[in-house]
C-alpha cells in the first residue's frame, strides 16, 4: 500500500446529504463509514421491502401452524419447547426487548451505534429474518433523523451476538428508553420520534428475537477499525523512515532483496514504503560510506517493515473476516430462499470477535516499537 493512500481527516466530517440505499446484497465498508461517521440518510430499495414483503408471509402462515416453531410459536432458550398462546406473542416479544435491554456503565459512541443500526437493518433487508418492512423503515427512519438510541458499553455476551446493544436500539424502535438526538440531546425515545414524525412499532411473531440476534456492534467496531487502521499503518511507516533519518540509521537493511528472503507481502509494502521516503535522503547517504563505525541499528528501526507488515497482514485478514460478515444475515431462526424456517448457530460472535483481538495485539506491537524509537530520540 502506498503512503500516498493516506486519506484527509476532513473526509469524515458531517455530510447528511448523502443517502446510501440498502438492498437484499451485502451492505459496503464505505456504505457502513458513510452512515456511521458522516451522518447519510438510508433508506430501502424496492427489492428489500418485496423480499421483507415475502418472508414476513411465511412467518404468518407458520404462526397459524399447529407445529411448533422457534421464536415464532415458543419460548426462547431453555423454554424453546414451552408453546406461547396467539394472544401472548406479541406482549413476549416485547418483554424479549425490555428484559435484555439491561446494558451498563458508559455510552457507546454514537458511531459505532450508527454501524450497528445499519448492519441490522441491512440484515432485515435480506429477507431472511421474516421482520416487516414496516419495522425495517422505522430503522432507516432513526438514522436519517439522526437519532441515537443510548447503548451502554458492558452486557453483552458475545457468544448470543451482541443481545444487550442491539436490545436497547430496539427499545427505541418501539418508542421506549433514552435516545440522543441529531444534536446530541438525550431525551425519551418516544418524544424524540414524535418530534421526527416516526411511529413508534409494535412487534408481532419473531420479530424481537430478529431485531437482537445479530453480531452488529462488534462488525461496526472491526469495518471502522479496519478503515482508521488502515490509515495508521500509512502514517507508522512514514514515521518509522522519519526516525531512521534523525537517528542517523542506513536504509540497506529495506532493499527488496532481503525482504524477499522472508517473503511476507505486508513487510515488503513497508519496506518499499520506507525505502522510497527515504530516497535521495542526504543524511541517510552521508552514514553510508566507509568510515561510518555503525555495525548495525537499533531493533526499533531496523525491524520496522516486520512489525509493521505483520500488522498489514493481520489487518488483510481482519477485512477479509469483515467481508464474508457484511454478507451475511444472522439471526435464528432464518426464512431460508425455498422457504424454510430453519434454526442455525450463526449468531455466534467468535469469527468476528477473534479478529478484533488480533488486531488489538498489533497495534500495541506497532506503538510499542513506536515508543521505542520516542525513547532513543530522548
Not at 503512503?3 to 464505505?30: K, M, N, Q, S
Not at 431485531?211 to 462488525?219: A, Q
Not at 555495525?295 to 517493515?305: E, G, H, I, K, T
Request: contains cysteine; charged residues 20%.
Amino acid at each position: 500500500m502506498s503512503v500516498d493512500t493516506v486519506a484527509r481527516h476532513g473526509d469524515d466530517c458531517a455530510r447528511a446529504e448523502e443517502t446510501v440505499v440498502l438492498g437484499v446484497g451485502a451492505v459496503t465498508p464505505e456504505q457502513v463509514l458513510t452512515v456511521a461517521r458522516r451522518g447519510a440518510a438510508v433508506t430501502l430499495s424496492e427489492g428489500a421491502l418485496l423480499a421483507m414483503s415475502e418472508s414476513r408471509r411465511r412467518i404468518k402462515d407458520l404462526a397459524e401452524d399447529p407445529k411448533p416453531v422457534y421464536g415464532v410459536s415458543t419460548g426462547f432458550g431453555a423454554l424453546a419447547t414451552r408453546h406461547i398462546p396467539l394472544r401472548l406473542r406479541a406482549r413476549l416479544q416485547r418483554s424479549l426487548i425490555r428484559s435484555h435491554a439491561a446494558g451498563s456503565g458508559p455510552e457507546v459512541e454514537r458511531e459505532v451505534v450508527r454501524a450497528l443500526m445499519l448492519l441490522r437493518l441491512s440484515t432485515l433487508a435480506t429477507g431472511r429474518t421474516g421482520v416487516r418492512p414496516e419495522v425495517a423503515r422505522v430503522y432507516a427512519a432513526l438514522l436519517s433523523a439522526g437519532i441515537t438510541p443510548v447503548v451502554h458499553e458492558y452486557g453483552s455476551l458475545g457468544c448470543s451476538g451482541d443481545l444487550a446493544p442491539l436490545a436497547h436500539v430496539a427499545l427505541a424502535v418501539i418508542g421506549e428508553g433514552t435516545v440522543r438526538d441529531a444534536d446530541g440531546v438525550q431525551m425519551q425515545a418516544r418524544e424524540a420520534m414524535s418530534a421526527a414524525g416516526i411511529e413508534p412499532v409494535v412487534l408481532e411473531e419473531k420479530e424481537g428475537l430478529a431485531l437482537i440476534n445479530g453480531t452488529d456492534g462488534m462488525l461496526g467496531m472491526l469495518v471502522l477499525a479496519c478503515h482508521d487502521l488502515r490509515r495508521l499503518l500509512s502514517l507508522a511507516d512514514v514515521t518509522a523512515a522519519m526516525s531512521v533519518e534523525g537517528l542517523l540509521g542506513t536504509d540497506r537493511v529495506f532493499a527488496p532483496d532481503l525482504q524477499a528472503l522472508r517473503p511476507h507481502p505486508g513487510q515488503a509494502a513497508a519496506a518499499d514504503n520506507m525505502t522510497r521516503l527515504l530516497a535521495g535522503s542526504a543524511i541517510v547517504a552521508s552514514h553510508a560510506g566507509p568510515d561510518c563505525t555503525v555495525v548495525q541499528d537499533a531493533y526499533s528501526l531496523r525491524c520496522a517493515p516486520q512489525v509493521a507488515g505483520a500488522a498489514r497482514d493481520t489487518l488483510a485478514h481482519a477485512e477479509r473476516v469483515a467481508s464474508w460478515e457484511l454478507a451475511s444475515a444472522v439471526d435464528n431462526p432464518v426464512v431460508t430462499l425455498d422457504g424454510r424456517v430453519e434454526s442455525n448457530g450463526n449468531f455466534h460472535g467468535a469469527p468476528v470477535g477473534y479478529v478484533l483481538d488480533f488486531l488489538a495485539i498489533v497495534v500495541a506491537d506497532v506503538a510499542s516499537m513506536s515508543e521505542r524509537r520516542t525513547d532513543r530520540f530522548l
